[in-house]
């Protein structure tokens, strides 16, 4: 069973999700799963772009795009492999006591379907920017099906990594952590606000 808590350093974005792929590839699709598929971009000499989406009644995991999806995410490879097995990958086991993450774990975050149709009534591009002691990693949320523009997103979401991994497990709200000042927002409020109430709903 793999350890995605332990994944090496050299790891490139096709083998991560090879991995996943692999891990994922016994959990049925949810009742009710939508055929939407989430895309995902990577930048980079070893980047490119993977669909995920229920087919054939389980998860699947491929290279290539897809038409209109409702949710894709751009990621640099650098930042993503700072999440996968690098500094921010460290700082989040260190918060959860070294524990190591399985493929039962990571399936429960490909099955949380009730909030499908609300998803695909945003459109635009909403980057959450995290900032650490040693760098700033970002983070892209297209939606509507249109091309990402990471270059000049619609909304801009920045805060501080710790916060981020509060929220994350559960022990920082969103809306508290905007009140608290702990988020700041540039551009286009209606979408941050929107995706926050819908993240709380």
Excluded: C
Aim: no cysteine; hydrophobic share 45%; proline share 5%.
């Amino acid at each position: 069973m793999t350890d995605f808590a332990n994944l090496p350093a050299d790891i490139t974005p096709a083998q991560f999700f090879d991995l996943v792929g692999a891990a994922l590839a016994n959990e049925p699709a949810p009742a009710g799963a939508a055929p939407d598929k989430l895309v995902i971009h990577i930048d980079g000499a070893a980047g490119g772009v993977w669909n995920l989406g229920f087919e054939g009644g389980g998860l699947k995991i491929q290279a290539g795009g897809a038409e209109a999806p409702p949710l894709q995410v751009s990621i640099s490879q650098a930042d993503l492999t700072s999440f996968i097995a690098g500094e921010m990958r460290d700082a989040l086991k260190a918060r959860a006591g070294g524990r190591s993450i399985d493929a039962s774990q990571m399936g429960k975050l490909f099955k949380i379907t009730s909030k499908t149709e609300q998803v695909k009534s945003y459109k635009g591009d909403l980057q959450i920017v995290l900032e650490a002691a040693a760098k700033t990693h970002r983070l892209t949320l297209t939606f509507g099906g249109t091309p990402p523009n990471a270059a000049a997103p619609t909304t801009t979401v920045s805060l501080a990594q710790d916060d981020f991994f509060a929220m994350l497990d559960g022990q920082l709200q969103p809306q508290a952590a905007f009140f608290a000042g702990k988020i700041r927002l540039d551009g286009d409020m209606n979408l941050a606000m929107g995706l926050m109430a819908l993240a709380v709903g």
